[in-house]
């Protein structure tokens, strides 16, 4: 792989991680119902949230029904409004990319954002002051196309296509391997971070349950503390 002249960051479990389960129980507590019913139909619309620029809005509706709650009276729209701060409260910033992004900032590197998400991430990275190391914010449900799709990648080369990066020296740094291989069907190159199990020392983990059937052609760091801005 040459060197890099831009990354596309993944954001979810690559810059910082939520503990979505906390979230759900707290959303569950606060309109009533039981967690774990609260917790499967919100998975139910994980999907469609991620692909649609009012997905959080539009589900929280459904999923109350789902639990037999009547989202009326204003209660879908304060569960609404109690994510971003829950969110927050449950989010863990990974301070070795972190310092990556300052280290691609300071090098003048161009940098981009480009994650699965719902509507709800972007004020979290501002919030966290994480959308100004990057030049680019490429959010699945803004853009209602999301990884490995084609479309997203492609989006995020054509902004940095003004600023002059060709595919084949922009890399994806991403924990999931297929939207890794994603990437590289898109023409770029990838790196794939697996964080190791508490006490390894710190490089890949070959005996990661994660890694089982991992891409051979995809180079996987435990740290971004080993990439090159």
């Known amino acids: 792989m040459e060197h890099p002249r831009a990354w596309l960051v993944d954001v979810y479990d690559t810059v910082l991680s939520v503990d979505f389960g906390a979230v759900v129980r707290e959303g569950a507590r606060r309109v009533g119902v039981d967690p774990l019913r609260f917790m499967a139909a919100s998975r139910a619309e994980d999907g469609g949230a991620m692909v649609s620029p009012t997905g959080m809005a539009d589900a929280v509706p459904r999923i109350l ?3 037999g709650v009547d989202p009326a009276d204003g209660l879908a729209e304060s569960l609404l409004a109690a994510y971003p701060a829950l969110m927050r409260e449950h989010c863990t910033m990974h301070k070795d ?15 981009a954002f480009v994650s699965n998400c719902a509507e709800d991430t972007r004020p979290l990275l501002a919030d966290l002051g ?32 003004a600023l002059d990066v060709p595919a084949e020296r922009a890399v994806m740094l991403d924990d999931q391997a297929r939207y890794c291989q994603g ?8 790196v794939r971070i697996v964080r190791p199990a ?9 005996a990661h ?9 995809i180079p ?6 080993s990439l090159e801005p």
């Open 183 to 190: 990437a590289v069907e898109a023409g770029l190159s990838a």
């Open 220 to 225: 996987v760091v435990a740290t971004c503390a």
């Open 65 to 67: 029904r789902r639990c």
């Open 97 to 111: 990319a972190v310092d990556f992004l300052h280290r691609l900032r300071a090098a003048g590197t161009p940098t």
């Open 198 to 206: 508490a006490g390894h020392d710190g490089s890949p983990d070959p």
């Open 209 to 217: 349950p994660l890694l089982v059937g991992h891409p051979a052609h």
């Open 130 to 161: 994480l959308d100004r190391l990057v030049d680019v914010l490429v959010l699945s449900c803004e853009l209602r196309a999301a990884k490995p799709a084609p479309a997203i990648y492609a989006h995020a080369l054509a902004a940095l296509a």
